[in-house]
């Protein structure tokens, strides 16, 4: 007989059909009563046995983590907060679980305890809801910008430029680490490597992304992106996804409207398609707000972010009406920011962020055209030659979700920049070369899916919104 998903059976009308179901065992209790689930839903389902109708040796074998294939009568049930149940005909077991070695107990466990055993902690009602609604996220994406007419490019992995100028990039080499060739100077000889060049991971695929905006007039890149920057925080990983629009005519604020847009219709779509998870998210949070002193806890529940940034138009303002309103807050003046804002060109931190977001303007932000000192190579001048046309958005809790910028489209302009940053010239060649065969206006942003996935499940640590997180000293599984 054919499975049948136990999301769909808890919406069937229980009409005498049999069917049958295979999952993993949350509970069993009375030798009677199997909960069981098969991943498809935050909700389990029951499966009744009649008294003596198996085995002592089968029934020894029901344990939490077990896997089953039960058959039998769909039937009205009449233990609270559920439509139906099974009573259960035919029971197979698939894989057994040692009761005494099954790591995940019907009990709490701490995220920290369960990041040691990622292997299965997607059993577990937090994780699985999380990967439920990372799944929606990543078809959203997807939906919107087909709606839109952009088309979807696979940027490289492994490349020869490094987006950010930062340097903080993963090495790509099949070279001997112990003897590799060397020039007569003694440096490394990476023409003998595998790509005849030194080559590393990508940081961003925007670079190769605006070639093809350049032709294809509206793109977008999603897929993994990597830093080998040394950060232990909540906000950082290694290994990361990132959404990377690439738009022709556009300018600053086509951009910033675009931004409010896909994130607006993101968690629309969240709240429309995602709703037992985050009601199950949201009781999670609120408990863990809980266990926070008062001053430290959200004034909003997780579904109530949800729709104060779903409802909200995004507050725009320049950077430099940020700073102003920073340096004379409260939080300022009474030196309680970690970082105090004191003068213009400052690189703004997340408390600072949050608390334009959270605390003044309560909503969603916008901030656009930042000092040049402090962006990126590529971002486009402005005419007061000290700002680019940069904007980030501010989200509640998280502080930037996205980082963009209209692009410098003036190759005059952006040769002088790349010679100020001392970039290798020799190795942006083609990116320079758009800037001389029909260069046009345009601009594009990032968006980091994990961060996207921590605000929309109200998690706190990005490690635990994706599968395998890897970071400094890790990279287990």
């Known amino acids: 007989m054919k499975r049948i998903k136990i999301k769909e059976l808890l919406l069937t009308k229980p009409e005498g059909q049999t069917v049958t179901v295979k999952g993993w065992v949350r509970t069993f209790r009375n030798n009677q009563f199997i909960s069981i689930n098969d991943g498809s839903t935050i909700n389990n389902l029951q499966a009744v046995v009649e008294l003596n109708s198996i085995d002592d040796e089968t029934l020894k074998r029901i344990t939490t983590g077990a896997c089953l294939s039960i058959t039998g009568e769909l039937i009205p049930s009449p233990a609270k907060g559920q439509a139906v149940e099974v009573k259960v005909k035919l029971l197979e077991i698939l894989g057994d679980s040692d009761a005494e070695k099954f790591p995940l107990q019907p009990k709490k466990h701490s995220l920290e305890f369960l990041r040691e055993i990622a292997h299965l902690r997607s059993r577990t009602n937090t994780f699985s809801a999380v990967m439920r609604v990372r799944h929606a996220m990543a078809f959203a994406v997807h939906k919107f910008f087909n709606d839109r007419g952009f088309f979807y490019i696979h940027t490289p992995i492994i490349t020869g430029s490094d987006a950010e100028g930062a340097g903080a990039m993963f090495r790509v080499t099949t070279l001997d680490a112990n003897n590799p060739p060397r020039n007569e100077d003694g440096t490394i000889n990476f023409k003998?490597?595998?790509?005849?060049?030194?080559?590393?991971?990508?940081?961003?695929?925007?670079?190769?992304?605006?070639?093809?905006?350049?032709?294809?007039?509206?793109?977008?890149?999603?897929?993994?992106?990597?830093?080998?920057?040394?950060?232990?925080?909540?906000?950082?990983?290694?290994?990361?996804?990132?959404?990377?629009?690439?738009?022709?005519?556009?300018?600053?604020?086509?951009?910033?409207?675009?931004?409010?847009?896909?994130?607006?219709?993101?968690?629309?779509?969240?709240?429309?398609?995602?709703?037992?998870?985050?009601?199950?998210?949201?009781?999670?949070?609120?408990?863990?707000?809980?266990?926070?002193?008062?001053?430290?806890?959200?004034?909003?529940?997780?579904?109530?972010?949800?729709?104060?940034?779903?409802?909200?138009?995004?507050?725009?303002?320049?950077?430099?009406?940020?700073?102003?309103?920073?340096?004379?807050?409260?939080?300022?003046?009474?030196?309680?920011?970690?970082?105090?804002?004191?003068?213009?060109?400052?690189?703004?931190?997340?408390?600072?962020?949050?608390?334009?977001?959270?605390?003044?303007?309560k909503k969603p932000v916008i901030l656009y055209n930042y000092p040049k000192d402090i962006k990126a190579f590529y971002m486009r001048q402005n005419d007061d030659d000290k700002t680019v046309a940069a904007m980030d958005v501010l989200f509640p809790g998280i502080g930037e979700i996205i980082g963009g910028s209209q692009r410098?489209?003036?190759?005059?302009?952006?040769?002088?920049?790349?010679?100020?940053?001392?970039?290798?010239?020799?190795?942006?060649?083609?990116?320079?070369?758009l800037r001389k065969f029909g260069s046009a206006p345009h601009a594009g942003f990032g968006l980091g899916f994990e961060r996207l996935i921590l605000f929309v499940t109200g998690m706190t640590n990005i490690r635990d919104v994706i599968a395998y997180p890897r970071f400094p000293g890790n990279a287990e599984f």
């Open 192 to 361: 003998e490597d595998f790509f005849g060049r030194e080559t590393n991971l990508t940081v961003s695929g925007q670079l190769e992304g605006e070639t093809y905006a350049l032709a294809l007039g509206d793109i977008y890149t999603f897929g993994p992106t990597f830093r080998a920057e040394n950060s232990n925080t909540t906000r950082h990983l290694a290994e990361f996804w990132m959404i990377e629009p690439e738009m022709a005519f556009y300018d600053i604020n086509d951009n910033m409207q675009l931004a409010q847009e896909f994130l607006q219709y993101l968690v629309r779509y969240a709240l429309e398609n995602c709703a037992e998870d985050l009601e199950f998210l949201n009781k999670r949070a609120q408990e863990e707000e809980q266990t926070k002193p008062q001053e430290q806890r959200s004034e909003l529940g997780l579904i109530d972010r949800l729709k104060f940034v779903a409802d909200n138009d995004f507050q725009r303002l320049s950077y430099t009406e940020a700073i102003d309103i920073l340096k004379n807050s409260n939080p300022n003046k009474k030196k309680k920011f970690q970082y105090l804002v004191e003068e213009w060109g400052v690189d703004l931190q997340s408390e600072h962020e949050r608390f334009l977001v959270e605390k003044h303007f």
């Open 408 to 433: 410098e489209e003036r190759y005059e302009r952006l040769l002088k920049r790349v010679n100020e940053l001392h970039l290798p010239e020799k190795d942006l060649w083609w990116y320079l070369d």
